[in-house]
């Protein structure tokens, strides 16, 4: 035997008899018991262990409250997923890989009006048909549910009006799916058709017969579901721009365009409780809604998460269909299946909203950015779902990376008679993340300056506030600009290039975790808890409600608890599956499950951990202070012979509890202002990326091909380089399909007419251009080992880096997304008519001389990047808030420094008349003030 | 989704399937003919115009031949894109269809006899019903073209295959069987207007091999195709040039994607020619004439402004490309 200190407990002497029997009593705990795949302790990966704790791990960005914790076992390498041999092989089971005994198939009978009123359903024949073992409408479920407690405004099935063509109307579960689907033809159903309403702009104004009612509420007659005005800074900043950009843009709605549709199983047990199979991203409000429509106690239901075969936010809402399987499973007494056609996908939707939007900006004489003015009409469809928050979301999460001397912003959403919107992977923020940008581009040109330099002399810095409140503890921005510059060459080639290439920047900001728990008080109870379970074999039993859909969070959550324990990571086995045995957990969105969960196992880990250490003190007699834990084996810190296998510590701790079970929870700090929707958009920590394009672009065609992508991110730390990566590259391609091809078109009757894979255009790996993924680790202070979200913020840079690209080729600036290539063309067309060429291949190609302003821009950007490393490191404590730049001091309330300092969440009167087009919706009253209803 | 059932028929050989077309056809029964069935079997799953029978033409023997002067109805398009001795052109196409996957299904029968396609027809029955369906598939409501409102005599449906485009320019015959026997012709009069007609095709009948002379061998072509994905997307427009080399009087030209049936342009090459011809300044004028002779509609995923205008870029690219080799 060699190679180190064997892990298997107990010897070899004294347990067995030279007869080979078991001696009585002496038996140690059966084999295998050291767990993992090799006999004998690895040496300690120092290369994986901070220098702050005497580790070779280069920590440039300052070192971290979880580096005590680390030991060199699993964070910061490259691992494969752990649920990745089920995918590869095919034995994951996704929503319609469930099969119960004796399950049926309900079906769904789908509006065929845009808008109108149900008079009757006669089911009559359909109950007639042999085969049918349950209908329902919606008179079988009253109650309403909606994801956010706000606005709860869908049914089951419809109940009064269907709100859009594809909307659900009845079910019925019969023995087969062809007789299901000949009953949904026996419906009889009387209808009232009302005037539908598909243009927001419509929405805006009133109407006789408004999508829903909100009662006092309600703003006049209109269809606007939400309106936000947020105002802050010194407006008269803006008043003498020295440069300004003035942008409408109008994008597309799109779909996530996940592959596995929608699909549910129900079922009833035999005591009455429902088992309900969904591929859910957040399984606890599912699981809160069924509740509430099918008025049995939470505690009466199991929500059995399914495999997700993806999500992006299109899976995060408590879907009809799954009220529907319930309901109908529960009426046969049978369990009821669902699965979705492509085309219902798309009539569920909830993809990112289409919206007009519009920004203008200003900069003043030294180039610092005066003001940023958004209008964001936003086109909600049918229902609410999340977008109280998206309408929020449009304006505030553009509030940084960018010091800004005052901010102004008018949102609204409303709804229309289309498929609902929703919550789309960077949720809110990708719009105006892409027309802020391209502003950003446009004014550079304007000062004849490097856009790039125009950013980096601008960027707010590590540990401040924005000018909205937002508290910004990490930043990589600096880092990531200069990364992506250098790895394209950026000098050598902005502005240089022939006509049909160009190259462009585009940067990203997004949340990590959303600060407010929509359904409680973050004071009183947390964001996310785990529990840990390790029993005599070993192994770790880690219980999470996190929704892995692919992003690879089970992974993340058994690699720190195997760091933390120094065990391999085949000893850590996830169970998150089932809302019986999982803690409760909002699941994945707004890219919080890796901040906030494996933040809840470290804390559960480091409790096992604490135990194992005593037990080995015991044990050994060395304080724990002095022993590591490397690889299964606890020792003396000066002498690994002085040590004791994990199991035999394990087996100590056990001795008068047996199983060591612990927990662990993550709270968001206070943080944030006090004004009306301070709410929206604060989180515990903000990803900040960065990415140059070069496309191509065939001038006579109008076809662009996005040639090579440099995309830096800083996600704080990579807990696995791999996951990071893969992130960034998939965000890469969502977004280039945004940006260049995909679209939900609504065609002049209203109807979606590219219900399905194939003319909804996702670019495939043929249309992907080479990605070059660069992470940045800014190390943030209340991450999990410094880590932040990788998962949504890397898909906004790509569009603005791409538009701001064409740009470059073609010399032409272009506010339609997608540019597809009649876009492009159109844009072409138009250029050479305003010029003296009519061959398009004769135009030219935009150049930059700088002006003045660069090298002062240059000097600027190099001394806050001294700030910003002393900042970073937090050798620099001294508070910053936006405004700084400007020269105000940090350290008084900005009111009372300037005059005209606002905070304001509602226009005054004065500003109504210059209102952008969402705006507008400030000119309407509430029914309340009006002396409607009260 | 759910295929709707249908009755699948075998026959081995030529004559066995025309007998059972012939005898269907006396029965009033209607049927459908599938060889790879990546066009038929997507419309089917979506209840577009489906039938109690369907015969394949999969089990008969000697219908995929594959060689410079006969291509099998049967011969896949992947065979297409490798085979050696296939004419460039028709390779350059084939290898242009679709996707690698389609192409290990789909045959150059079925792809020459592609649905011609429309986004108010190409959906699920659900979507259909919601706009009252449509005249190519009004199950029985006699319905409205949704394209053209207000009329149910014409349909405007596109035909996006890609290969008719260049074998016509190559003039291939096409040969077509059926109860009645054997007729030739050349593919330039196989299509017919409008979009349910979309060929001359009689019932019972369905296309054997495709023939090119010895002549057709010595032309040189390209093939242009407008996408947006180049990956799989059906072509948006497409534009098709051969010629003799060096003998610009042999220059033909064919369009598909534009209507509902691909075209031959002989009228307006001769035309061009005529006034003699003058390098680029006649390929230009040669362009903009075919983008004036053809009538794209709104019904594919680009607009038609803008395939119109392609034409014009496509047909120059492909008369320049030729003319340099």
């Known amino acids: 035997m060699s190679g180190g200190y064997r892990q298997q407990p107990g010897g070899a002497g004294g347990t067995t008899r030279k007869d080979g029997k078991r001696v009585a009593g002496k038996q140690a705990f059966p084999p295998p018991g050291s767990g993992g795949s090799k006999p004998n302790m690895s040496p300690r990966d120092l290369d994986y262990i901070p220098e702050s704790v005497g580790g070779k791990e280069p920590q440039p960005a300052g070192s971290h409250i979880h580096d005590r914790a680390r030991t060199g076992t699993s964070v910061g390498k490259e691992m494969p997923l752990v649920d990745s041999n089920a995918k590869v092989t095919g034995q994951a089971w996704y929503g319609d890989d469930v099969r119960l005994p004796n399950e049926v198939i309900g079906k769904i009978l789908r509006s065929p009006h845009h808008y109108a009123r149900i008079k009757s359903i006669d089911t009559s024949r359909v109950e007639a048909l042999p085969g049918v073992l349950a209908v329902a409408t919606g008179a079988d479920s009253p109650h309403r549910f909606g994801v956010l407690p706000v606005t709860k405004d869908e049914h089951a099935m419809a109940v009064e009006k269907v709100r859009h063509v594809g909307d659900l109307v009845a079910c019925v579960a019969a023995i087969d799916e062809s007789t299901a689907l000949e009953a949904l033809n026996l419906f009889d159903v009387e209808w009232e058709i009302l005037e539908p309403v598909f243009d927001p702009k419509k929405g805006l104004e009133d109407s006789d017969e408004p999508i829903h009612w909100r009662g006092k509420y309600h703003l006049a007659r209109t269809n606007v579901q939400k309106r936000v005005f947020q105002e802050f800074g010194d407006r008269s900043l803006v008043e003498k721009p020295h440069a300004q950009s003035h942008g409408k843009w109008k994008m597309a709605g799109v779909h996530h365009g996940f592959t596995e549709p929608h699909a549910v199983v129900a079922h009833w047990d035999p005591n009455g409780r429902l088992q309900l199979y969904t591929p859910q991203q957040v399984p606890h409000y599912t699981h809160r809604a069924l509740s509430t429509v099918l008025d049995v106690p939470m505690h009466q239901i199991n929500v059995i998460r399914t495999f997700v075969g993806g999500g992006f936010g299109g899976k995060s809402d408590p879907f009809p269909h799954e009220m529907c399987a319930a309901i109908l499973s529960r009426k046969s007494g049978r369990p009821v299946r669902i699965t979705f056609d492509r085309e219902e996908v798309y009539w569920i939707n909830r993809g990112r909203h289409p919206s007009?939007?519009?920004?203008?900006?200003?900069?003043?004489?030294?180039?610092?950015?005066?003001?940023?003015?958004?209008?964001?009409?936003?086109?909600?469809?049918?229902?609410?779902?999340?977008?109280?928050v998206t309408s929020y979301y449009n304006g505030v999460l553009a509030t940084a990376p960018y010091e800004l001397g005052s901010f102004h912003y008018t949102g609204a959403r409303v709804w229309t008679n289309k498929p609902a919107s929703g919550a789309m992977r960077g949720h809110g923020a990708v719009n105006t993340r892409c027309a802020v940008e391209v502003g950003l581009d446009e004014m550079a040109e304007t000062m004849q300056v490097d856009p790039i330099d125009l950013r980096l002399a601008n960027l707010l810095p590590p540990h401040s506030r924005t000018i909205s409140g937002f508290r910004i503890t990490s930043n990589g921005m600096r880092e990531a600009l200069e990364k992506v510059r250098e790895g394209s060459n950026w000098d050598e080639k902005f502005r240089q290039l022939p006509l049909g290439k160009g190259i462009g920047i585009g940067c990203g900001f997004f949340i990590s975790g959303?600060?407010?728990?929509?359904?409680?008080?973050?004071?009183?109870?947390?964001?996310?808890?785990?529990?840990?379970?390790?029993?005599?074999?070993?192994?770790?039993?880690?219980?999470?409600?996190?929704?892995?859909?692919?992003?690879?969070?089970?992974?993340?959550?058994?690699?720190?608890?195997?760091?933390?324990?120094?065990?391999?990571?085949?000893?850590?086995?996830?169970?998150?599956?089932?809302?019986?045995?999982?803690?409760?957990?909002?699941?994945?969105?707004?890219?919080?499950?890796t901040f906030m969960n494996a933040n809840a196992a470290i804390r559960a880990a480091l409790e096992i951990r604490e135990r194992l250490l005593n037990a080995a003190w015991d044990i050994l007699g060395?304080?724990?202070?002095?022993?590591?834990?490397?690889?299964?084996?606890?020792?003396?810190?000066?002498?690994?012979?002085?040590?004791?296998?994990?199991l035999k510590a394990l087996h100590k701790a056990q001795e008068d509890k047996g199983a060591l079970i612990s927990s662990g929870a993550y709270r968001s700090p206070p943080m944030g202002g006090v004004h009306k929707g301070a709410a929206a958009g604060l989180a515990p920590a903000y990803s900040f990326s960065s990415y140059v394009a070069e496309v191509d672009v065939d001038v006579e065609t109008g076809m662009i091909k996005c040639t090579?992508?440099?995309?830096?991110?800083?996600?704080?730390?990579?807990?696995?380089?791999?996951?990071?990566?893969?992130?960034?590259?998939?965000?890469?391609?969502?977004?280039?399909?945004?940006?260049?091809?995909?679209?939900?078109?609504?065609?002049?009757?209203?109807?979606?007419?590219?219900?399905?894979?194939?003319?909804?255009?996702?670019?495939?790996?043929?249309?992907?251009?080479?990605?070059?993924?660069?992470?940045?680790?800014s190390c943030d202070p209340e991450g999990p080992f410094g880590a932040k979200e990788a998962g949504e913020g890397p898909l906004l840079p790509i569009l603005p880096a791409v538009v701001n690209a064409v740009y470059d080729a073609i010399g032409i600036r272009l506010r339609d997304l997608p540019l597809t290539p009649d876009v492009v063309f159109k844009g072409i067309e138009k250029a050479l008519k305003q010029s003296e060429y009519d061959d398009p291949t004769d135009l030219p190609s935009p150049r930059l001389t700088h002006s003045a302003l660069q090298p002062k821009l240059v000097a600027r950007a190099n001394e806050h990047k001294i700030r910003d490393k002393a900042r970073q490191r937090t050798e620099d404590t001294s508070p910053y808030v936006n405004g700084v730049l400007f020269g105000f001091d940090p350290n008084l309330p900005l009111e009372d420094q300037v005059e005209g300092w606002r905070t304001a969440t509602e226009p005054d009167p004065e500003q109504l008349a210059e209102l952008g087009l969402a705006g507008r919706a400030w000119?309407?009253?509430?029914?309340?003030?009006?002396?409607?209803?009260? | 989704?759910?295929?709707?059932?249908?009755?699948?028929?075998?026959?081995?050989?030529?004559?066995?399937?025309?007998?059972?077309?012939?005898?269907?056809?006396?029965?009033?029964?209607?049927?459908?003919?599938?060889?790879?069935?990546?066009?038929?079997?997507?419309?089917?799953?979506?209840?577009?115009?489906?039938?109690?029978?369907?015969i394949s033409l999969a089990k008969i023997d000697g219908t995929d031949t594959l060689s410079l002067h006969e291509i099998g109805c049967m011969a896949r398009l992947v065979d297409l894109t490798t085979e050696n001795g296939i004419h460039p052109l028709v390779v350059e196409a084939a290898s242009k269809v679709a996707s690698s996957l389609v192409r290990r299904n789909a045959t150059i029968g079925g792809n020459l006899c592609l649905d011609t396609r429309c986004f108010w027809y190409n959906q699920g029955e659900d979507w259909r019903r919601s706009i009252d369906w449509c005249h190519k598939a009004d199950c029985g409501t006699g319905a409205d073209c949704r394209v053209i409102p207000n009329q149910n005599t014409l349909c405007?449906?596109?035909?996006?295959?890609?290969?008719?485009?260049?074998?016509?320019?190559?003039?291939?015959?096409?040969?077509?069987?059926?109860?009645?026997?054997?007729?030739?012709?050349?593919?330039?009069?196989?299509?017919?207007?409008?979009?349910?007609?979309?060929?001359?095709?009689?019932?019972?009948?369905?296309?054997?091999?495709?023939?090119?002379?010895?002549e057709s061998a010595k032309r040189t072509g390209t093939y242009q195709k407008l996408r947006v994905r180049d990956s799989w997307d059906f072509p948006e427009a497409g534009v098709a040039a051969s010629w003799i080399e060096g003998d610009v009087s042999t220059l033909q030209i064919a369009t598909t994607a534009l209507e509902s049936i691909p075209r031959c342009h002989p009228e307006e090459v001769a035309a061009i020619l005529e006034d003699g011809w003058s390098g680029m300044d006649s390929v230009k004028a040669l362009a903009l004439s075919i983008r004036k002779a053809i009538k794209p509609v709104n019904n594919t995923s680009l607009p038609p402004r803008y395939r119109k205008s392609m034409v014009r870029v496509l047909t120059k690219r492909a008369v320049e490309k030729i003319l340099e080799k």
């Open chain 2, 156 to 214: 405007v449906a596109t035909y996006q295959g890609d290969i008719a485009p260049t074998l016509m320019v190559l003039d291939a015959e096409v040969h077509l069987i059926g109860p009645q026997g054997l007729r030739i012709l050349p593919l330039a009069e196989f299509y017919q207007l409008d979009g349910m007609t979309k060929n001359v095709l009689k019932q019972g009948e369905f296309l054997l091999k495709i023939t090119l002379s010895k």
């Open chain 1, 622 to 646: 060395y304080h724990p202070d002095n022993l590591v834990m490397n690889d299964r084996r606890i020792y003396y810190k000066h002498d690994p012979a002085i040590g004791v296998s994990y």
């Open chain 2, 1 to 54: 989704m759910l295929m709707p059932p249908f009755t699948l028929h075998n026959p081995k050989t030529v004559e066995e399937a025309c007998e059972l077309a012939g005898m269907l056809l006396e029965k009033g029964e209607e049927f459908d003919w599938v060889a790879g069935g990546t066009d038929l079997l997507p419309n089917y799953k979506w209840h577009i115009n489906p039938k109690p029978h369907v």
């Open chain 1, 356 to 388: 007009h939007i519009e920004v203008k900006m200003t900069a003043d004489e030294d180039a610092r950015i005066s003001g940023f003015d958004i209008d964001a009409l936003i086109d909600g469809g049918g229902f609410a779902s999340f977008g109280h």
């Open chain 1, 514 to 593: 959303s600060g407010l728990p929509i359904h409680w008080d973050p004071n009183r109870f947390p964001h996310a808890t785990v529990h840990m379970q390790v029993d005599m074999d070993g192994g770790v039993t880690v219980h999470t409600g996190a929704a892995d859909i692919g992003q690879g969070s089970t992974t993340a959550v058994a690699q720190v608890v195997s760091e933390v324990l120094a065990l391999p990571i085949e000893m850590i086995h996830v169970r998150s599956h089932e809302s019986d045995t999982s803690p409760v957990d909002l699941g994945s969105y707004s890219s919080r499950v």
């Open chain 1, 923 to 934: 000119l309407k009253k509430e029914q309340r003030q009006m002396g409607g209803e009260q």
């Open chain 1, 708 to 777: 090579n992508v440099w995309a830096a991110h800083d996600c704080g730390k990579a807990l696995n380089p791999l996951a990071v990566k893969g992130q960034i590259i998939g965000s890469c391609h969502m977004g280039l399909g945004q940006v260049l091809s995909e679209k939900m078109v609504y065609g002049r009757t209203g109807h979606l007419q590219n219900p399905n894979l194939l003319e909804y255009k996702i670019p495939s790996v043929y249309e992907m251009p080479h990605v070059e993924p660069i992470i940045i680790e």
